[in-house]
Nanobody
Framework: VQLQASGGGLVQAGGSLRLSCAASGHSISRHATGWFRQAPGKEREFVSALSWSASTIYANSVKGRFTISRDRTRNTVYLQMNSLKPDDTAIYYC????????????????????WGQGTQVTVSS
């Protein structure tokens, strides 16, 4: 199982980015996928997750601004990020949870077995 995160970059506050998490070795339709982020000097935090059945969950800090989705044909999960703020600056990681925790448990990073390498998102003020 491999995950390749991409799509990060430098954007001004208020701008948008779309992150991609391309999966290989497993089907995103069968496993939950989550996005986490880690800012310098801070702990890793949950951003959003998509269950195998396509239910979604978001951190309160991104609710209404970020949207998680998937493309089965590309075996890829996306994170559309709008109205970006400087506080969104972090390395973003995608992760796969083959054990499929219940939706309410998806914010817990311990439920994920595979992690991508991360992509840097920098939001300037």
């Amino acid at each position: 199982v491999q995950l390749q995160a991409s799509g990060g970059g430098l954007v001004q506050a208020g701008g948008s980015l779309r992150l991609s998490c391309a999966a290989s070795g497993h089907s995103i339709s069968r496993h939950a996928t989550g996005w986490f982020r880690q800012a310098p000097g801070k702990e890793r935090e949950f951003v959003s997750a998509l269950s195998w059945s396509a239910s979604t969950i978001y951190a309160n800090s991104v609710k209404g601004r970020f949207t998680i989705s998937r493309d089965r044909t590309r075996n890829t999960v996306y994170l559309q990020m709008n109205s970006l703020k400087p506080d969104d600056t972090a390395i973003y990681y995608c992760a796969a949870a083959p054990r499929n925790p219940v939706l309410s448990a998806l914010p817990n990073p311990n439920g994920y077995d595979y992690w991508g390498q991360g992509t840097q998102v920098t939001v300037s003020s």
